[in-house]
């Protein structure tokens, strides 16, 4: 796997060229609406209602269009000027057909997301039917200089793939950790934020997340398809509730469906993986240990479960498992 | 550069204190109208920095051909159920304000240090130098 993040800063390596490579690749186009789709879903913003997020390092404006078609207002903020030229042609362009008359492709577009989404049906034809089009705004700057907003200005936050460019220090001044912890207080309170990224290894995942945590931000990181390399992705996910817990990762079967969906139309949605559903039963650990008391059937069912898991050779449980032992004397 | 988002942009260069509201220096403007989204701007208007919006206007509106829509020197947006009662004549120019008009060219200036942002084909660059971090 390239890593471009390795060969200098962002703003070098997205010049024109770069630029128009990964805006007119089909493949990065379905991969960046994929983990929008995914991001917004995390989020877990009140349906039926617009909202003013912010997408820092939004590029070429791919996953702005995303949030577009949700009905949501973004600013976005990156720090190649070649890429937010893209981003403002796109949009220029948007404004156009909105000024002429109704695309037919955006139509199909909508429709399909009606489909998907059935609680957001009466909001999405109401977009349709007015023609809105509110495109975003742009921003050109670094993200590890500390956004330039002031606090409590956004209703959430997404970042897709552009985390791991800050996991780096190209010149002696741009320490990682002071670049990543800039970045923080500009949300609304009780705000989400999502953030994609590639981490290059395990300890950069862990770098992120304390990070975040010493901001003061609860919440963790999803890995979702943990098995697979290639649709494996990790969403930080990241809330100012203090007893957030992050839902969880989606796994098995449905990574080789996403490939497949992606090269389709639109992408397959799986029905076992509403977000809503994950986060409503939160994973509470083993119960603790009674004074004096032993190991609860709970706690050795929960263990023999885990040990299970790790794949390690395990007794089948029976009515006997965990059983009262006679009193001795 | 939609008013909206300068109503949230705020200077972060080293040594000020607040960098709010950026002063904005004009050399082209757009207007271009879009429908009302009454609901999103409702869920909007409590965190809109009014006086800072007032002040936006004013610097702009000598430079529109069109004359913008007059808001009231002053006005308590910042209770969400108060601005249900707001009347459409109202919330319209609200819109207009907050989403039609664009800063094509120009500058935005920090109130404290005076440091100068370009904004060119409506994007600001807020990119700090080295040693303003």
Redesign the interface.
């Known amino acids: 796997m390239s890593r471009p993040e390795l060969t200098g800063h962002a703003s070098l390596f997205y010049n024109e060229k770069e630029a128009r490579k990964y805006d007119s690749s089909s493949r990065m186009v379905g991969i960046q609406r994929e983990i929008t789709e995914r991001a917004i879903e995390l989020l877990k913003l009140p349906s039926n ?4 997020i912010l997408d820092v390092g939004c590029g070429s404006g791919l996953s702005g269009q995303v949030l577009e078609e949700h009905g949501h ?1 973004w ?1 976005g ?1 990156d ?1 190649s ?1 070649d890429m ?2 893209m981003a ?1 042609e796109r949009i220029e362009r948007k ?1 156009e057909e909105a000024m002429g008359e109704g695309d037919s492709s955006e139509d199909d577009s909508d429709n399909d997301m009606n489909d998907n989404n059935d609680s957001n049906n009466d909001f999405n034809n109401s977009k349709g039917g ?5 495109p975003g ?6 993200m590890g ?6 606090p ?4 959430a936050c997404i970042s897709i793939s552009a985390l791991q460019w800050l996991c780096y220090s190209n010149t002696k ?1 741009q320490i990682p950790k002071k670049r990543l912890t800039a970045s923080s207080h500009h949300y ?1 309170k009780g705000a989400r934020a999502v953030l994609q990224f590639y981490p290059e290894s395990s300890e950069h995942a862990i770098l992120i997340s304390e990070c975040a945590a010493k901001v003061g931000f609860a919440g963790g990181i999803v890995v979702d398809y943990p098995n697979s390399t290639k649709a494996k992705k990790h969403y930080l996910v990241l809330s100012f509730e203090r007893s957030y817990k992050a839902p969880q990762g989606l796994t098995g079967l449905e990574g080789a469906l996403l490939n497949e969906g992606r090269s389709g139309s639109g992408g397959v949605r799986v029905a076992d993986k509403d977000p809503r559903r994950a986060a409503g039963k939160k994973s509470r650990g083993p119960p603790r240990k009674k004074k004096g008391g032993g190991k609860t059937k709970e706690w050795i069912l929960h263990k023999k479960e885990t040990q299970r898991k790790k794949g390690k050779d395990t007794r089948k449980d029976t009515k006997f498992t965990g059983r009262k032992r006679p009193m001795r004397f | 550069m939609r008013l909206l988002t300068h109503n949230f942009l705020q200077s972060n260069v080293r040594g000020t204190e607040k960098g709010y509201p950026l002063n904005i220096e004009v050399t082209t403007i757009k207007y271009e109208e879009s429908p009302v989204d009454k609901e999103f701007l409702l869920n909007l208007l409590p965190k809109v920095n009014y006086n800072a919006l007032v002040a936006a206007v004013k610097q702009m509106s000598p430079h529109c051909e069109q004359p913008l829509p007059e808001l009231p020197e002053t006005m308590d947006v910042s209770n969400a159920e108060q601005n249900q009662n707001l009347d459409d004549a109202t919330i319209s120019n609200l819109h207009k304000v907050l989403f039609d008009v664009y800063l094509v060219e120009g500058w935005l200036i920090c109130p404290d240090t005076g440091r100068k942002f370009p904004v060119k084909e409506c994007i600001p660059n807020m990119i700090l130098h080295e040693d303003e971090i």
């Not at chain 1, 209602?49 to 003013?52: C, L, M, V, Y």
């Open positions: 209602r617009p909202s003013f207002v600013v903020c720090v000027r937010l030229n403002n404004r007015t023609e809105e089009s509110s705004d742009l921003l050109h700057h670094d200089t500390g956004l330039p907003f002031r409590a200005s956004f209703d001044e609304t």
